[in-house]
Each structure stands twice: as structure tokens, then as C-alpha cells.
Nanobody, 122 residues
Framework: QVQLVESGGGEVQPGGSLRLSCAAS????IGWFRQAPGQEREGVSC????????YYRDFAKGRFTISRDKAENTVYLQMNDLKLEDTAVYYC???????????????????WGQGTAVTVSS
């Protein structure tokens, strides 16, 4: 069973930054998803265990960076220039099979973390 533990959420003003962390016991692909109130859960960014080219949804490109520390079994999501619409609960997720695009675009997830809240507010 894969264990995923998120941390790093909080409240920040528009234009600010946050870094989320996910301690992952194992998985082939790790991704970050988010769910805003009244919205469906959506992929944000996904990365493979090999650290190959990560995948970003369009709204994350240029603002968010996903990275993986293999030694620490930790995946990070650096979020810059945060906007009001980035407010959501962010979830770390794991997938046993390959496919960063499949995971992020089709929500093909095998394991979910508990989530960490991110609030962007002025």
C-alpha cells in the first residue's frame, strides 16, 4: 500500500508563493491534484519516478514547478504567482503504471493523500 502525506498548505496573498511537499512511500508516477469548492478534482502536475519530463496542466505552466527527491521519497510542488482561483484543497496522488499525461489529464490514480488546503486571499 502506498502512503502519501502532504504538507505545506496555508494562506497566501495573490502573487505569493507556497511549496507543497508529498512524502511518498512508492509509486511509478506521483501527481498533484486540486479540488476547489463545488468543482471537480483536477490534475495539476505529474512526474514519473525516473524524473522524466513532467506534465503540467495549462493553468500551471510557467507558475508551478514539480520536482522529485528520490533519496527522500518526496515530491514537491512549488507554486509561484498564486491567484485567487488557485484556492483549493491540493492532493498528492500515486499511480502504479506509467503515464504522466494519463494520470494528470484523466485522473487515473491508484492512491490519494489526505489533502492540504491552499487559500489565496487578499
Amino acid at each position: 500500500q502506498v502512503q502519501l502525506v502532504e504538507s505545506g498548505g496555508g494562506e497566501v496573498q495573490p502573487g505569493g508563493s507556497l511549496r507543497l511537499s508529498c512524502a511518498a512511500s512508492r509509486a511509478t508516477v506521483i501527481g498533484w491534484f486540486r479540488q476547489a469548492p463545488g468543482q471537480e478534482r483536477e490534475g495539476v502536475s505529474c512526474i514519473s519516478v525516473s524524473g522524466d519530463t513532467p506534465y503540467y496542466r495549462d493553468f500551471a505552466k510557467g507558475r508551478f514547478t514539480i520536482s522529485r527527491d528520490k533519496a527522500e521519497n518526496t515530491v514537491y510542488l512549488q507554486m509561484n504567482d498564486l491567484k485567487l482561483e488557485d484556492t483549493a484543497v491540493y492532493y498528492c496522488a500515486g499511480r502504479d503504471r506509467t503515464g504522466v499525461h494519463t494520470m494528470c489529464e484523466q485522473n487515473k490514480v491508484d492512491y490519494w493523500g489526505q489533502g492540504t488546503a491552499v487559500t489565496v486571499s487578499s
